[in-house]
């Protein structure tokens, strides 16, 4: 698999895009994403390896054999990405960023639903709404969307509950909304809208980007560090690194239990493992779930 | 000995606490990094105002020796040895004044100062009308003068009363002076009087003759032409002898023999004119003599020989207007423009070799007026010092100012 580091070299985000897609479907059956209106077509003969929750059970009882029940899938899931693009994103320069690794999944993600003939949207923000590409099918708009990702740039501050509430509330249907983000944020009125989001029945998935030193204190000695949003100073030393590492990981269970804990899909997408891999871990994690 | 021309650049050594504080006393600012979020970090608020120790004690001597070879030079240091000293005594500043308003050409006044400068080290001319005041001048430019032998020349004619020696002892101890007196040196203006007074002249001659009364001035000799013969009555010879006298306290000029004047005043036998063609001179000074007859209203008859002026006055011998025709006729002879030179009085040589000064030598304080110091090796000592630290400052791993914390 091309790390993101790699990946980020290459202009063509749409190639880049492909890749990671198939490094992620390598080995997987079919995607896990399904429509809602998933249309009944016929019934066949079971066959082992057959999804048992397609077996009719009461068509069993009546006739003695197992039919499997096969639908037509029709074009109705309409996934809305939420990129998160304040200036925190852009840490983790000069290997790659945040904003680039989020960038990169993405197109990943908008690629792999548009190739299975479904509906990909974009909402951009920072501190507020700042691009929004709503859900369509076909090559053309994910082209388009994945114009509009390109030129993405992080900076300015956060204010994520606002803008997933614009998205969700401009999904006309249920759909699927995938949230991509470093959650420095007003936890709680995130959380909040992401459970709204739930509640109404979208299908609801966290991407938390992480650069590797969001998580570990990577710096000796005495450092002043500056928060690239808001600009605030803090005098520190090293000795503050191991509390530094334990906030880190209880800011990611935190999340990690918020999310299952209202059905959404939580991904800690670190930024120093390839964005296919990241991609691979989610898709065989939603198989799980089906099955 | 060491002097300081500049003693308050001293000051500035002062500045070598700068790089002590840089490294001493300078709060240690620490790396600044950037992250996404400040949330999960533990504030230590002591943890950037530690006291750093001297990184690079080298690096540090090096700096405050840059820093105090360049304040000791800004102070411009003077050694003042023995060499130095004779060094001063053996060159010469010299304030030329020139004087003005001499009656030299201005050539001749030129020619002089160059001669002068040329011979100085250094060198200021001053001119000036009025000697005095251009001394004045003189003496304060060499208070402020270079370390030399000091020295006041002054270049002019010297006429009587232009310089006193009260004047030239206002200079002061702490300079020369001299004079150069330029001009042909006439000979003292010699009246009558005075050639009465001298020896070897036939001061007087009376000849009485049957109906007058001759007396003639001129020389020794017997048989030369007298220089003034003035003819009068019988026995008037005492009148004649007290006109000479006014004469000669007037100031005319004496009689010479190659142009002798004869007056002739009332009472005088008359006597026919010579047909000789008279001499350029005398037709000259015939017509000096009664254009000053016309303008006093003077009664005078004038005619020259080829040797003699000849005036016929009708004045007695014991008037004031026949001592007055004979000092116009003796001054007839010469031009007038001549006769104002002849009239220059000038300060005696004597004297002015009695005013003149040697040059003198620098005193004590002349340091302080110094054009030159050695600063100049400090500042050298200072760019050598700042290309070693250059060398050892590259030689030595830089810290990074700022440091991304995704760099790190």
């Known amino acids: ?291 | 000995m060491i002097a300081w021309l500049h003693p308050a650049g001293l000051v500035a050594v002062a500045l070598i606490a700068g790089p002590v504080i840089v490294h001493l006393l300078l709060r240690r600012r620490a790396r600044r990094i950037r992250v996404s979020s400040v949330r999960f970090i533990t504030p230590h608020t002591h943890a950037a105002v530690r006291i750093r120790r001297p990184s690079d004690p080298l690096l540090l001597v090096l700096r405050m020796a840059i820093v105090a070879a360049a304040a000791l030079a800004v102070a411009r240091p003077l050694v003042i040895d023995a060499a130095r000293r004779s060094a001063w005594t053996e060159r010469r500043a010299v304030a030329i004044v020139v004087d003005t308003s001499a009656r030299i050409a201005p050539e001749r006044l030129e020619e002089a100062v160059r001669a002068e400068t040329a011979a100085a080290d250094v060198a200021e001319v001053i001119r000036a009308g009025n000697l005095p005041s251009g001394l004045t001048r003189a003496a304060a430019w060499l208070r402020t003068a270079p370390p030399a032998s000091r020295d006041i020349v002054v270049v002019s004619d010297f006429r009587h009363g232009a310089l006193t020696h009260v004047d030239a002892a206002a200079v002061g101890e702490h300079s020369g002076i001299r004079f150069v007196q330029l001009g042909e040196v006439p000979p003292p203006p010699e009246a009558v009087e005075l050639l009465i007074a001298r020896d070897g002249l036939k001061t007087r001659t009376v000849r009485v003759e049957n109906e007058s009364t001759v007396v003639s001035l001129g020389s020794a000799a017997e048989d030369a032409p007298a220089g003034l013969r003035v003819v009068g009555g019988r026995d008037e010879d005492a009148e004649i002898a007290a006109l000479l006298r006014v004469v000669a306290r007037a100031g005319a000029r004496a009689p010479s023999d190659d142009r002798a004047v004869l007056v002739r005043l009332r009472g005088a036998p008359a006597q026919q004119r010579e047909t000789a063609a008279a001499a350029a001179w005398t037709l000259e000074a015939g017509r000096r003599l009664l254009h000053w007859a016309a303008r006093e209203d003077v009664p005078v008859t004038v005619h020259g020989t080829s040797d003699a002026l000849i005036v016929q006055a009708d004045v007695p011998a014991g008037s004031v207007e026949a001592a007055e025709i004979v000092r116009a006729a003796l001054d007839a002879r010469h031009d007038p423009e001549e006769l104002r030179a002849l009239e220059v009085v000038r300060i005696p040589r004597d004297a002015l070799d009695r005013w003149t000064r040697p040059p003198a030598v620098p005193d004590a304080e002349a340091w302080r007026h110094a054009d030159e110091s050695d600063g100049r090796w400090l500042w050298a000592l200072a760019i050598v010092l700042m290309l070693v630290e250059g060398l050892v400052r590259r030689s030595r791993p830089l810290p990074a100012a700022e440091v991304r914390a995704d760099a790190a």
């Not at chain 1, 080995?27 to 077996?55: I, N, T």
């Not at chain 1, 899938?73 to 200036?87: G, I, P």
């Not at chain 1, 908008?110 to 859900?135: E, F, I, N």
């Not at chain 1, 949230?179 to 979208?202: K, M, Q, T, W």
């Open chain 1, 1 to 291: 698999m091309l790390d993101a580091a790699l990946l980020s070299s290459i202009r063509d985000l749409e190639f880049v895009a492909r890749v990671t897609v198939d490094g992620a479907l390598a080995g997987l059956h079919r995607s896990p994403f399904h429509g809602y209106s998933a249309e009944f077509s016929q019934y066949r003969h079971y066959r082992p390896g057959d999804d048992l929750k397609y077996v009719d059970w009461k068509l069993f009882a009546r006739t003695d054999r197992v039919y499997t029940k096969q639908f037509r899938e029709t074009t109705n899931l309409r996934m809305q990405l939420v990129l998160d693009a304040s200036a925190s994103m852009a840490f983790g320069e000069p290997r790659v960023s945040k904003m680039e690794y989020a960038r990169q999944l993405a197109a990943a993600l908008a690629h792999l639903v548009v190739s299975q003939g479904d509906a990909a949207g974009l909402t951009v923000y920072d501190a507020a709404l700042r691009t929004y590409v709503g859900p369509r099918p076909g090559r053309s708009h994910l082209r388009h969307l994945l114009t509009a990702l390109s030129r993405v740039d992080a900076a300015g501050r956060t204010r994520s509950a606002q803008a997933i509430r614009a998205a969700v509330d401009l999904l006309e249907n249920r759909g699927a909304v995938v949230c991509l983000s470093d959650l420095y944020d007003d936890e709680g009125a995130v959380d909040a809208e992401l459970h709204r989001a739930a509640r109404i029945g979208h299908d609801v998935t966290v991407f938390h980007v992480l650069a590797p030193e969001d998580l570990e204190w990577r710096w000796g000695g005495d450092v002043e560090v500056e928060d690239s949003e808001t600009g605030q100073r803090v005098l520190t030393s090293a000795a503050a690194a191991g509390a530094y590492a334990g906030r880190a990981a209880a800011f990611v269970q935190q999340w990690r239990e918020r999310c299952l804990a209202y059905g959404a899909d939580y991904v800690l997408a670190r930024t120093d493992q390839p964005p296919a891999q990241t991609l691979r871990a989610f898709l065989l994690q939603r198989q799980d779930v089906s099955r």
